[in-house]
């Protein structure tokens, strides 16, 4: 089946440090990917996504690039800031199937001043 | 900007008693779902429903559940008979459409804790 691989959090950085948040998948189909964020108290929010290989997706500074040869979607951003703190999901939608989204566990950000 | 709201923000209750859990979608959607979280695993599909009825359902989904909309605004979830392993966090999520290309806007959630 369809499923999605998140690396473990928390990930504590310290302000203006680079972000990497692995994602890796394995899909039935050709799937589109998508990174969403849920701040605290908040619900989940779409942040990015790209629906072919090589696209890539980009929203509020954070990147993503579809890679098939690898099944991957890493989120990146260059400089975190403390209001970037929340739990990133990383998700696929396998197309000509359902359209519901296959979650990963999600991913704890924590960015210290 | 329209958001999906959930109640209660968290619940607890015994094992065996029924609960309901609300969602207010956002107005001018149709289509609406219910997830799960348990905690440190994976967000899962319960069930999505469109035009009155159930459209799809996950294999958690089962007799102990119902999902109904009993006016224009709510969209509820209803578990009959909580079992211990119900305790999660539940997300309730709406779109305007129900295809490949439409975002869904989640709520906030409602943590379930069964004793």
Redesign the interface.
């Known amino acids: 089946g369809d499923s999605?691989t998140q690396m473990e959090g928390p990930v504590t950085l310290s302000e203006e440090a680079f972000l990497t948040i692995n994602c890796t998948y394995t899909a039935t189909g050709y799937p589109?990917l998508f990174w969403?964020v849920?701040y605290p108290?908040?619900?989940?929010?779409?942040l990015l996504k790209a629906t072919k290989a090589d696209d890539k997706g980009s929203n509020k500074g954070f990147e993503a690039t579809y890679r098939k040869e690898t099944t991957s979607f890493h989120l990146e951003k260059g400089s975190v800031q403390v209001s970037d703190s929340a739990v990133y999901?990383c998700?696929l939608?396998v197309?000509g199937g359902?359209?519901?989204?296959?979650?990963?566990?999600?991913t704890s950000l924590i960015v210290h001043p | 900007e329209p958001?999906?709201t959930?109640t209660p923000s968290h619940q607890v209750t015994q094992m065996g008693q029924e609960v309901i859990l609300r969602c207010v979608p956002i107005s001018n959607h149709l289509y609406f779902?219910w997830?799960r979280?348990i905690l440190?695993?994976?967000?899962?599909?319960l069930v999505?429903f469109y035009n009155n009825e159930i459209s799809?359902k996950s294999e958690i989904f089962d007799d102990q559940f119902s999902v109904e909309r009993p006016d224009g605004s709510n969209f509820t979830l209803k578990i009959r008979s909580t079992k211990l392993e119900d305790s999660a966090m539940y997300?309730c999520?709406s779109s305007e459409m129900?295809?490949?290309g439409?975002?869904?806007?989640?709520?906030?959630?409602t943590r379930l804790l069964v004793l």
């Open positions: 999605v589109s969403y849920q108290g908040e619900g989940l929010q779409l999901f998700a939608i197309s359902s359209y519901i989204p296959t979650f990963g566990r999600g | 958001e999906v959930q779902y997830y979280q440190g695993q994976k967000v899962e599909f999505s799809e997300f999520a129900g295809g490949l439409e975002t869904q806007y989640f709520g906030p959630g």
